[in-house]
């Protein structure tokens, strides 16, 4: 096991290193598109605040509540861009026939279909996201150490579960090679997160917890911090995530068995 771990160690390290000198090779793009990022995250707080001049909660929350929201649905969202995003490149990766390679070689290759690419500039935006977190907590009233711990866990959680996602759109493009739509409507519903479920209407909410469980992912965590969910909620997220994964890996085993390389 030490030496499977150590060998997709080295692989990952590798494509990560190819990622970063690929992004430094276009210097004025990279810094483009990060600038972009972070104009769009001051423009979304500059929104919030627009909103809460005219109004003192948002569904029962406060400004700094709210915020919390945001910047958790902002932590699971860049974590998962920066180590799954690998399955934007899937089809590509089916249709010339790289996917052949990979399953010859001794790395697994759903290592390589989810996690062979690393988003550097979103590593970037996670730090002043991260500082803006500690800035919340700072706001917050004194928790127990029990809550923050709820909070990480299930914020890790959020994460587990977007990887249980990706691996699914991996198997959709190892199955049909198509991936487009897929992995686009997941973005388009992940952006719902933004905001705690209870903006929305019941049945929305009852999707976004049960269907695709966008809220188990971004809403959760914030919920639990600020001692809104219940044992039972938290109970449901894990075993929820635990299902998924389980199933995630099951369906992406099946479409490998199932596949007859591009050029059949």
Not at 79 to 96: D, N, S
Not at 161 to 168: E, G, N, P, Q, S
Not at 177 to 190: H, K, P, S, T
Request: some cysteine; hydrophobic content about 55%; overall charge positive.
């Amino acid at each position: 096991m030490s030496a499977f771990l150590k060998l997709h160690a080295r692989v990952w390290l590798r494509t990560a290193s190819m990622a970063m000198q690929a992004q430094l090779t276009y210097r004025l793009g990279s810094f483009g598109f990060l600038l972009g990022k972070m104009i769009r995250l001051l423009f979304f707080f500059a929104f919030v605040m627009a909103v809460f001049n005219h109004v003192e909660t948002v569904a029962g929350y406060s400004l700094v509540e709210t915020a919390l929201f945001f910047l958790t649905f902002n932590v699971v969202d860049m974590i998962a861009q920066i180590f799954f995003r690998g399955v934007y490149g899937a089809r590509r990766t089916v249709t010339e026939g790289d996917f052949d390679f990979y399953l010859v070689q001794p790395c697994s290759p759903l290592m390589r279909m989810v996690c062979s690419s690393v988003d550097f500039l979103d590593i970037l935006t996670l730090v002043p996201v991260l500082a803006m977190v500690g800035m919340v907590f700072a706001r917050l009233p004194a928790l127990e150490w029990t809550r923050y711990a709820a909070y990480g866990l299930l914020t890790l959680n959020g994460v587990a579960l977007v990887f249980a996602v990706h691996v699914i759109v991996a198997g959709l493009a190892v199955r049909t090679q198509e991936l487009e739509n897929a992995i686009w409507i997941y973005r388009d519903v992940m952006f719902m997160g933004k905001f705690p479920v209870d903006v929305y209407a019941k049945p929305v909410r009852w999707a976004l917890t049960f269907g695709v469980p966008i809220a188990v992912m971004t809403t959760f965590p914030a919920k639990a911090l600020l001692g809104l969910l219940s044992p039972a909620w938290m109970t449901y997220a894990f075993a929820l995530t635990g299902a998924a994964a389980a199933f995630s890996l099951w369906f992406w085993l099946d479409c490998v068995r199932r596949y007859t390389s591009s050029s059949s």
